[in-house]
């Protein structure tokens, strides 16, 4: 080992001495991965002197038998010795170019037979191995870079785009308005945005050029570079060897796209705070990060299956507990993709829901133990499930520390009058929620207590419910006395002062909804289950949670606040009309039931008079003239914050509309604008 280190590693890189002394110390006795437990008992310099003996003693012996050995052992091959730092090379007969080094030694036959004399590494040996190691060190290396590539800039690139909201005066730039208004607001191509087109969601153009980055790397990346030479010791040809170094690739980048689609779905995202980029937006992402890190996954499974196939080892590889858990990794990823169809999270949510925790846990696991039964803790692997099985642990861990912080409550669902049956509100005691989105448990509510779902923070009061009227008791599933104590509630007010006025035990934060499928559903049944017109239950409360993004600087600039709000959609409205300290501030509502109506209007009573409110029953809203006054017509010049939430349709149409207005006139107002959207 000695020799051959002295021989060739002049050669190749020139190592100090001082690292040839750690590699003896390290791999002598362990192979590719250092121990030092194993330290040989002789030294390098020790092994080398022994060797140079020996070499010496060699070259005599050739001299005194070379007439003997040229006609009784014509196979053995005794070379002459020649320098060890001769850098000439030759080309062998099958293409190999080796080093022209020698000696006088016997060859060593590598694993095929014992090494018990001094032996020399033959130079098409050496440059054999050196050709295959050296390719994998240096390919191994490009995969590595590549995932982290991929894992930064998806991670990373959301934050200097936003910052640029910070930037003095350039929310009120006409130039940066119309900027935005061609490449970030629309749509990618119409005007469907919220609104599904065949099956699917259209990305608006500035959430397209991101997508566009990342497919761009994921492919790029993929392709090259590579490093393949040939002839060499592990790949017997070119084609084989692509297959398995691409294969590889494909599986490490897609580990880069995991650890990023893991922290986009979480509800603690941190970019939520930093960046102005919305939850839906995240979520959207998370979904082309996730098409890539499944298309990576199934690339790498069928390169390798193929490589396998055709180097003749595949029965062996199948026996091997890595390749079934590599299997359950793959089949995971692939499965997750139908079962998370647009169809199937509107009409299946809660299947959705389920099979995708199910199959993410699946793809956690089949990727763990598939690199473990491979390698152990040998290579690093881990390190990527690790990253991204504790991004989502963590997640999962602040969800129940929020949870246990706000305590169990009681919530009390009331059927709303004059709406067919379609609404009702959520009436959660003894928490003071000031905005964004809860996601709200109902354990007693069927067997699956786990879940929770989304609701908006219309607003919190104190003291009861806000419309002064006496309500029928509401029944209570849990506790009988708790229901007739309600009977006594008084008279509210809307809660527009700091909490620290009040005692939260005393807030009561209100939700609407609308009955649809999944949860929205069940409480409705449950309240057309009992006498009256509502009914009580225990309640969890995870949030609330800012999913509209870090905007309150962008907001905090706007002399204007316009509101378009369709049906509940107004709960994501009110709080930004009694927050924001704009001088004008617009609400515009249309609702297709009249009880929805006659429920908030203490709640928008409550309001500071200086905000117009205007509603509609059973119209619809002429967004044509409201956007044209408040963007071309009104005296007010300053920034205009647009906020919309409503049904896709309208959504889409303001936003249509907006972007159309700023970019055809130089007149426009600069704008920001706020699709307060919560979609899967």
């Not at 065949?198 to 566009?212: D, E, H, K, L, S």
């Not at 893991?262 to 995240?282: E, K």
């Not at 690790?386 to 949870?403: E, K, Q």
């Not at 930004?576 to 001088?583: F, G, M, V």
């Amino acid at each position: 080992m000695a020799l051959c280190i002295d021989t060739y590693c002049p050669l190749t890189g020139n190592p100090s001495m001082s690292l040839i002394e750690d590699y003896w110390a390290s791999h002598l006795g362990t192979g590719t991965l250092g121990n030092y437990k194993y330290v040989p008992v002789m030294s390098y310099h020790d092994a080398l002197s022994e060797a140079r003996a020996d070499e010496s003693d060699a070259t005599l012996n050739t001299n005194s038998t070379e007439a003997s050995n040229a006609t009784t052992h014509n196979t053995m091959d005794m070379r002459i010795l020649k320098a060890r730092r001769h850098v000439s090379v030759i080309e062998r007969e099958s293409g190999l170019i080796t080093f022209d080094v020698s000696s006088p030694l016997p060859m060593a036959a590598g694993a095929r037979k014992p090494l018990n004399v001094t032996s020399f590494v033959d130079p098409e040996d050496w440059q054999m191995q050196y050709n295959y190691l050296s390719n994998f060190e240096m390919n191994e290396s490009g995969h590595s870079t590549m995932a982290i590539i991929i894992a930064i800039v998806a991670i990373l690139l959301p934050i200097p785009l936003s910052l640029l909201r910070l930037i003095p005066g350039l929310s009120k730039s006409r130039g940066w308005t119309y900027a935005k208004s061609m490449l970030v607001y629309p749509s990618v191509w119409g005007k469907y945005h919220r609104e599904p087109v065949a099956g699917a969601w259209v990305p608006t153009r500035g959430q397209a050029m991101y997508i566009f980055l990342i497919s761009f790397l994921n492919l790029i990346l993929l392709l090259a570079p590579y490093v393949i030479t040939q002839p060499q010791a592990s790949f017997s040809s070119r084609d084989l060897q692509t297959l398995s170094i691409v294969g590889n690739r494909a599986g490490v980048m897609a580990m880069g796209n995991v650890v990023a689609l893991f922290l986009f779905a979480t509800r603690n995202n941190v970019l939520l705070y930093i960046t102005d980029w919305s939850y839906s937006t995240y979520l959207l992402l998370h979904r082309w990060l996730g098409y890539w890190a499944a298309f990576h996954t199934i690339l790498h499974s069928f390169m390798l299956l193929s490589y396998y196939i055709v180097n003749g080892t595949y029965q062996d590889e199948l026996a091997r507990p890595y390749w079934s858990w590599g299997i359950v990794g793959t089949v995971a990823a692939s499965a997750i993709l139908p079962f998370s169809l647009p169809w199937v999270r509107q009409k299946l949510y809660e299947f959705f829901l389920a099979s995708h925790v199910v199959l993410a846990l699946l793809f956690i696991l089949g990727y763990y133990y598939h690199i473990w039964y491979c390698y152990e803790y040998k290579w690093g692997y881990e390190i990527w499930i690790f990253i991204a099985g504790g991004i989502w642990g963590a997640d999962r861990v602040a969800r129940l520390a929020r949870t246990a912080l706000q305590g169990s409550h009681t919530a009390d669902i009331t059927l709303i009058k004059d709406t067919d049956g379609e609404y009702f509100r959520i009436d959660v005691q003894g928490t003071y929620l000031k905005d964004g989105v809860a996601y709200l448990c109902f354990p007693t509510l069927d067997w699956r207590f786990w879940e929770n779902h989304p609701f908006s923070v219309a607003y919190c009061s104190f003291g009861g419910r806000n419309n002064g009227e006496q309500e029928s008791n509401p029944t209570s599933d849990e506790n009988q006395q708790d229901a007739e104590k309600s009977t006594n509630s008084a008279s509210t007010a809307i809660a527009t002062a700091d909490v620290s006025t009040h005692n939260s035990k005393d807030a009561t934060t209100t939700f609407f909804a609308r009955s649809r499928t999944g949860i929205t559903k069940k409480l409705l049944a449950r309240i057309s289950g009992v006498s009256g017109s509502s009914t009580r239950l225990r309640v969890l409360i995870d949030g609330p949670y800012d999913h509209s993004g870090h905007t309150s600087s962008q907001l905090a600039e706007c002399t204007g606040i316009l509101c378009v709000a369709g049906g509940v959609g107004i709960t994501a409205c009110l709080p930004h009309l009694e927050q924001n300290t704009a001088k004008e501030r617009k609400l515009f509502w249309s609702i297709r039931k009249p009880g929805l109506a006659a429920e908030l209007a203490p709640a928008l009573a409550a309001l500071a008079g200086s905000v117009q409110v205007e509603t509609l029953v059973g119209r619809r809203l002429d967004l044509d003239s409201i956007l044209g006054q408040e963007m071309l017509g009104g005296k007010n010049k300053g920034p205009l914050a647009i906020i919309v939430c409503g049904p896709p349709s309208m959504a889409d149409d303001v936003r249509q509309k907006v972007v159309s207005l700023a970019r055809g006139s130089p007149l426009s107002r600069p704008y920001v604008l706020l699709d307060e959207a919560f979609s899967w």
